[in-house]
């Protein structure tokens, strides 16, 4: 009886434990090793194909909204790409700004003559403003940038390069970086850390994880930011979907579900956008990604969730199962650590188990960092800054730690609230629960108030 009842409670633990070190072994350590041999094996399969010397011609889309403070530094990166000119075709669609943006494009006009540029005028949105670009557009291929970032010079030759390398690709998610000068000339030492930790979680993101997803044509979103078609692909599409706040995800939903297109990563071709501007933002923004993933996943996997050969079938149930489902145990499990000391654990024993999975994910994080150093051979600057930033290997469990708990309150956010672009900040997040905490003791505090004026008479 006794032998029955220990190895019940040797079942529950280690139940208990692994619960927690799967997620990190699975998602994590497991496509840490897989990038390796990917990259030996990108290395072997494009090593003995010839670089097309002649490339086609590109339409450049870049989405204008107030975006004057950035468009000139925009411009300037696309005409200082090595990508020949008189192969471009740069429509810029202005989607409502109030600002100064088109004095802007006038100026870039004079100063870049030889930029093929038209400006366009859309008022419905950003999907919409796309679309019309599309039917606009002239290359063979497409791309898309956001204004408020720059290219690497490469990157627009790297990527055609691509296209023409792999005729079985119809889409390409360039590689995003946050700027590091930008990064460097913060002067407040926490958000420089937190500018630092994203920097880091960009790289690992595009150069490792989406590295291994490519490979298996299991990427789930193209990023909005620097994307590329084939046009003769995307314009049998359904186009850019305006109920939603993720439009490059539903995109990408489209071409993997309905087109049965492949979808890859060019990861050298490198795009700049500004680090996160405050707490605020990286709160938003995270909120947003995660609304939008959700929006895009009722969209169109409705059917598979509901059966269990959708979660072996299909990548993006797997990866839904693996953000939201999986989101709540790991809810409950920082919440019953607490509660272990309570359950005559021993506090050195809860202590070691936290120490010991920070340890586990601080291992996952120098196998990625091995990874992106490897596909950051060819740019120095980059590979350099990277290197010299190890310590981060680190810190990022803490950042990401912080980084799951915004995108849980995405997920609770999204289940009761409306989908908008706008998303409510950290600042006015707080300002609601101080709201909310005030209201719940209002009735307490009326009633001892009340106690008290009857016994001071």
Known sequence: MEMEILINRIIREVIFWMAWIIIPLIM???????????????????????????????????????SAETLRTCLTSVH??????????????????????????????????????TWLNASQGKSKALNMALYNSHGKYIVHIDSDGKLHPDALRNMAIRFEQRPEVDCLTGVILTDMKLIESTNSFMMKLVRRCEFFEYCQSFLAGRNFESEFNSIYTLSGAFSAFRKSAILKSQLFNTATVSEDTQVT?????????????????FFYVDPIESYNKLYTQRQRWQRGEIEVSHMFLQEELTIIKGFISNFMVRTLVFDHTFAFPRMIWYFALIFLVFLNYPIALVLS??????????FSMFLYYINVLMYLDKVKDIQR??????????????????????????????????????????????????VAVNDDFHFPKRVIAALRRKVNL
């Open 28 to 66: 994590e350590i497991i496509p840490a090793f897989g990038g390796f041999f990917i990259l030996l094996k990108k290395s072997f399969v494009l090593k003995g194909k010839a670089i097309p010397q002649a490339v086609s011609e590109i339409t450049l889309i870049i989405p204008i909204y107030n």
């Open 80 to 117: 200082n790409s090595n990508y020949p000119i008189e192969l471009m075709d740069i429509l810029l669609v202005n989607n409502g700004s109030t600002d100064n943006s088109y004095e802007v494009y006038r100026q870039c006009q004079d100063e870049f003559r030889d930029l093929p540029m």
């Open 253 to 269: 939903f489209q071409m993997h579900k309905i087109q049965k297109k492949g979808i890859s990563l060019c990861e050298n071709a």
């Open 353 to 362: 188990s936290i120490g010991i999975i920070y340890l586990l994910y601080s």
């Open 385 to 434: 800054y990277y290197r010299s930033k190890w310590y981060l290997i680190f810190v990022l469990p803490g950042f990401n730690f912080v980084v799951f708990w915004i995108r849980f309150a995405g997920i609770i956010n999204s289940i009761k609230g409306e989908g908008v672009w706008k998303t409510t900040s950290l600042t006015e997040e707080w300002n609601k629960i101080k």
